[in-house]
């Protein structure tokens, strides 16, 4: 049964501010730019490649508001990214943090029993000094501390300002990452609650099984972690047993395992947002019209127009603290493996646990498509 806990029982060993980034493997940085730029409405940032000295790989920062995505290709294979890209295919392998101290939060989470990636390093330049240390966390995915607060230059060292020719779009207003959601094998989520418990010092938020979030064929189990302060928030998912394959199992088998499932960024005008990125050719997952006959019955009053919510096919859901408004793409790839979420909340801190029945009957619908149902 769902379990929802508003209480800090983590433990701060070092502060965690935010997340900092997002940081991909991409077989081809400069068109997935082009198609964040132009459906996502994410703008150039800063750039690093053989035109700034960097030999083994390109990487190209975009920034949206207080939200930045980093695309890197490598330029060989020897890179390890090569090898992470034949696994995994296109997707995110760092969620960086931003932090105090790169090296304080690296030795804390090792003396915890992390798994080192990256060790600390400081690297100064005419602009500053930059620190960064990289720790494992679920498959192939590390987590990065980042620490540029005195770093005046763009981005990091080895980075130039990116120009690129302008890309019309419509503005997606979208703000910043509100959450991150993980997707690892079945009976591994209580592992890596307890990993994000001990390490982090994280306290559990939220939780739910199959009784809670099922259809006839699949079910996903989930948890949330999260950071004292909010920002950071993570739920994890894992299979539950179905009749037919799970859309986590799914994922699962075409990642190669444990990775990232979604992105979920903030907006403060979902129907503006919505508006925009249907314009720009973002796919959303259908919404039964069904949904919406008894959603007022369901959410009771809300402030948005409710058929203009059903022409976009906005999905809403309550809690005790309030409402939120939220809709997911299709998967970004030909691997169906990663996607993005839009959300906007008046009050509720959850993750539209109400919705995720009818969301779960539309995401099969599309599984069946792809015959893996
Ligand atoms: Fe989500």
Not at 9 to 20: L, Q, R, V
Not at 247 to 259: A, K, S, V
Not at 299 to 313: A, C, H, R, T, W
């Amino acid at each position: 049964m769902a379990y929802i806990s508003t209480e800090w029982k983590g433990t701060e060993y070092f502060p965690i501010h935010d997340f900092h980034h997002v940081e991909y493997f991409v077989g081809n940085a400069k068109q997935a730019v082009h198609f964040y730029r132009s459906a996502f409405g994410f703008e150039p940032h800063a750039y690093c490649g053989p035109e700034t000295g960097e030999r083994e790989k390109v990487s190209y920062v975009l920034k949206k508001n207080k939200q930045f995505f980093v695309f890197t290709t490598p330029l060989s294979s020897n890179h390890r990214g090569s090898n992470w890209l034949k696994n995994h295919g296109d997707g995110i392998y760092d969620i960086a943090f931003s932090v105090d101290c790169d090296k304080t939060a690296y030795d804390s989470c090792l003396s915890r029993g992390a798994k080192g990636v990256i060790e600390p390093e400081l690297i100064k330049d005419n602009k500053g000094e930059y620190g960064r240390s990289s720790i494992e966390t679920y498959g192939d995915t590390i987590h990065s501390f980042i620490h540029d607060a005195n770093y005046k230059g763009v981005w990091a060292p080895g980075f130039e300002p990116l120009r690129l020719s302008r890309i019309p779009n419509q503005d997606t207003a979208l703000i910043a990452i509100d959450h991150i959601v993980g997707n690892v094998e079945e009976g591994k989520m209580d592992e890596w609650r307890e990993f994000y418990e001990t390490i982090f010092g994280f306290t559990t938020f939220v939780r739910f099984d199959e009784s809670d979030i099922s259809t006839q064929y699949s079910a996903l189990k989930s948890i949330v972690v999260r950071s004292k302060n909010w920002k950071v928030k993570m739920p994890i998912n894992e299979p539950a047993n179905g009749i037919k394959k799970s859309q986590i199992e799914e994922y699962l088998d075409f990642n190669e395992g444990p990775g990232v499932q979604h992105v979920a960024i903030l907006t403060n005008d979902i129907i503006k947002s919505i508006t925009a990125l249907r314009a720009n050719g973002v796919d959303f997952l259908d919404v039964p019209d069904t949904y919406y006959d008894d959603l007022e019955e369901r959410v009771g009053p809300i402030d948005e127009d409710m058929e203009k919510l059903k022409q976009l096919k906005i999905l809403v859901d309550r809690d005790e603290e309030g409402y939120l408004l939220q809709l997911f793409t299709k998967p970004l790839e030909d691997r169906p493996t990663l996607f993005i979420e839009i959300i906007q909340r008046k009050g509720s801190r959850g993750f539209g646990q109400g919705n995720f029945q009818a969301l779960f009957e539309s995401i099969e619908r599309e599984q069946a498509l792809r015959g893996n149902l």
